[in-house]
Antibody
């Protein structure tokens, strides 16, 4: 069974960078599409982007200019960075691999 | 970009009734579509992948059908635990989600 766990600050100031890490157990991150997804309060799911094969990335066009996803196979983790955040980036952030999801972590953007 | 449109936005049904949820794509997806169930405070749960294959541990009352641009998730007889929001997701290079269908108790 694959388990994923998101970690990172729950509060980020406007204009700063949101940074989250997804720690994976039960399988290797290698060879999978490693996704980040978010859900703003009261809204639906929004795909942020993925990394594949430790280097190929693909991002939601609406976020592409602000997003970076990276992977550390040695730690079996992958990470999300979203810069220049605003209140609109307040959301529960999930990591996902092959249908397995973390429990999500709420990130609030506020001064 | 391929857009997924889910309908209806809300489905009001009673336990034991049949639920039929629709997901329409703006371009053909082949069978690259998944369905998720999402309850408040929980992680989304994969129900169906490749349009019609049930994920591990998913009850047989959940079934998916369709290909190309029109897809359907059917819950044959609603159980109390099935009231939730359901999302379709294209599983290609741009794994965007539909807007969701809320299945609520009538």
């Amino acid at each position: 069974q694959v388990h994923l766990h998101e970690s990172g600050p729950g509060l980020v100031k406007p204009s700063e960078t949101l940074s989250l890490t997804c720690s994976v157990s039960g399988d290797s991150v290698s060879g999978y599409y490693l996704n980040w997804i978010r859900q703003p309060p009261g809204k639906g799911l929004e795909w942020i982007g993925y990394i594949y094969n430790s280097g190929s990335t693909n991002y939601n066009p609406s976020l592409k200019s602000r997003v970076t996803i990276s992977v550390d196979p040695s730690k079996n983790q992958f990470s999300l960075k979203l810069n220049s955040v605003t209140a609109a980036d307040t959301a529960v952030y999930y990591c996902e691999i092959a249908g397995y999801w973390g429990q999500g972590t709420l990130v609030t953007v506020s001064s | 970009d391929i857009v997924l449109t889910q309908s209806p936005a809300t489905l009001s049904l009673s336990p034991g009734e049949r639920a039929t949820l629709s997901c329409r794509a703006s371009q053909s997806l082949g069978n690259s579509l998944a369905w998720y169930q999402h309850k408040p405070g929980q992680a989304p749960r994969l129900l169906i992948y490749r349009a019609s294959s049930r994920a591990a541990g998913i009850p047989a009352r959940f079934s998916g059908s369709g290909s190309g641009t029109d897809f359907t998730l059917t819950i044959s007889s609603l159980e109390p635990e099935d009231f939730a929001v359901y999302y379709c997701q294209q599983r290609n290079n741009w794994p965007l989600f539909g807007g969701g269908t809320k299945v609520e108790i009538k």
